[in-house]
């Protein structure tokens, strides 16, 4: 199930800013150089974001411990920046648990240690059958 228009289109003006990160600086940083450039171009853009979020995690009705988000963008979009030589499986379930845990609908992972940032990029989407009950 794909998510609202509004926003996919909001993944879609993030993910070009991420291009333009990944065209200036290329690959070869650690993750915090393409966050703070990333959250630089974010500014420039006009679309807003919190970094760091922090939330709950809760286990059966108990708080057990916080976790944060790379970016909550606009309060709906969910961006893990990573810089690593290849994404692996537990990167896209660490995306699927943050998104159940803030019950958001839309992440996006973004690796920006490759030759193309298209090959780094990679959508998670809540399906209604994964979401928290």
Known sequence: MEPAEELDQLARSVLDAAMDVHRHLGPGFLEK???EALCAELSLRGIPFKRQQSFSVV??????DEARLDLLVAGALFVD????SDLAPIHTAQVLSYLKTTQQHLGLLINFNVPLLREGIKRVI????????
């Open 81 to 84: 920046v990573e810089s690593v």
């Open 59 to 64: 286990y059966k009705g108990r708080p057990v």
């Open 33 to 35: 150089v393409y966050e």
């Open 126 to 133: 809540l399906t209604p059958g994964q979401e928290c009950g």
